[in-house]
């Protein structure tokens, strides 16, 4: 299927609509198909790029990238199902409980603020390979720790790399991607994302069921909760390996200097032709002769940020505000709070899983159609209303003695909103905030670019996170998802005033 979906899109490239470009402000402006006329008498056909490009190369450079993604995605999947079992080793309360769950975003916070200037210096794919590194480790040491402070650090270790790879995976996949299926290929890292939570949720369900309880003892007498942790050294080390035989990313060698390495990749993955008109535009799209660096995001007239950061920013920030993480951390905690058990309650998860990777498919099948912005916008109205039947559903349910609440005959209207809500999410927000990110910014700022949006990507995630078992225990979970409802509303409006269309343009057109 995406070989096929690789042919289509090579064939419909879009030679007479308008382009944006973006100016020293961040503002983008538009440039007609007449302006663009003479531009397109030198440019290659999209027959001749189709002839010259290595398809093959450039797909297998984007699912090794995915990888990381896929990572990513355990990574934080995986702590969904072992929450009773550091309760239970770790003598936690829900403050305590919330920080062991929350501590890898801060790594993630760290992670996603250093790659992206790191990976201006020493290149995208040396970040990954250390990424990987960091999720062996953190793998390994969070479930053979005995304590809240060892597991905190090893947690935090992971969320360097799942911080380097959220942030590293999409730019790396979009440098080597052509413009007219590039949306489609980023999307695969939002695919890899829901997968590997999906593959996370499995394995916490199929070791919590043998076991008899996650809490329960399994093979070698460990508990199951740890070896939920272990399993993720398989894929790990398979990211490790793989990322052996991929190549830099030619624009970040073009930025440091490294003209013929960067001539030499164009080539490979896209023929000779082809790769000298790309180094010019790369060369062209660097603003000036200097490393990159945070003041390149101001703007250098009034020094004030460019308005393209604040759109990254926000971006990064409402992924958040609507709650996600509170389905992809808590999940089994969630459900068990109305009433399932915690086989119920993992089952759950998985099913939400699958919707998640099915939304992702349509949305890779998709984007470079529709473009970004209306998937974004349909996404914040359906988890809107989505999470307005959730907050209703909560706020109309029965309590049991223990706090518990019983929702009786809104139990089927919770569920399948909830699962309509990562449904939307999964559709819009998930994938394609990576996608623009990753596209978004001009060369010469990707990496600071990414480094501050990744920060406040993973700073409002460990807000999210941290907070929620507090307003479980506070305002309950209609009040909490109410919170989240209002965060879906708000970003309705961010994307209809803010939020620009990149599908179809060049990197080197974002200037």
Known sequence: MLATRLRLFRNHADTNSQSSRIDNKGRFQVQTATQQGSAAMTSPTSEDHSQAENSGLILFISLVATIGGFLFGFDSGVINGTVDGLQQAFQSQSVGTGFNVASMLLGCAAGAYFAGRLADRYGRRTLL?????????????????????????????????????????????????????????????????????????????????????????LWLDFAAWRWMFWIELLPASVFLLMLLFIPESPRYLLLTGRQADGEKVLHTLFGERCAQKKVAEIQRSLQANHAPRLSDLRDPTTGKLRTLVWVGLG???????????????????????????????????????????????????????????????WGSVG?????????????????????????????????????????????????????????????????????????????????????????????????????????????????????????????????
């Open 383 to 511: 988890m809107f209303i989505t999470l307005a039947l959730l907050v209703y559903a909560f706020a109309n349910a029965a309590q049991d003695e223990n706090g518990n609440l019983l929702l009786g005959d809104y139990g089927t209207l919770a569920l399948v909103s909830a699962n309509a809500y990562v449904f939307f999410f999964n559709l819009s927000w998930g994938p394609v905030m990576w996608v623009m990110l990753g596209e978004m910014f001009p060369n010469q700022i990707r990496g600071v670019g990414l480094a501050v949006s990744g920060l406040a990507q993973w700073l409002c995630n460990f807000l999210i996170t941290m907070t929620f078992p507090l307003l479980l225990t506070g305002i309950g979970l209609a009040g909490a998802y109410g919170l989240y409802a209002l965060g879906a509303l708000l970003s309705i409006a961010f994307v209809l005033k803010l939020v620009h269309e990149t599908k179809g343009k060049e990197l080197e057109e974002m200037q």
């Open 315 to 377: 971006l990064a920030t409402f992924q958040q505000l609507v709650g996600i993480n509170v389905v992809f951390y808590y999940g089994a905690v969630l459900w068990q709070a109305v009433g399932f058990s915690e086989a119920d309650a993992l089952l759950i998860n998985v099913i939400s899983g699958a919707i998640s990777i099915l939304a992702c498919v349509l949305t890779l099948l998709v984007i470079d159609k529709i473009g970004r912005k209306p998937l974004l916008l």
């Open 129 to 217: 390979r250390w990424a990987a590194v960091f999720f062996i480790v953190s793998a390994w040491g969070s479930g053979i720790a005995d304590g809240s402070v060892e597991f905190v650090i090893y947690r935090i270790l992971g969320g360097f790399a799942v911080g380097a790879a959220s942030v590293i995976s999409p730019a790396y996949i979009a440098e080597v991607a052509p413009a007219r299926y590039r949306g489609m290929l980023s999307s695969l890292q939002q695919i890899a994302i829901i997968f590997g939570l999906f593959m996370a949720f499995v394995s916490n369900y199929l070791l919590a069921n043998y076991a008899g309880a996650s809490t329960q003892s």
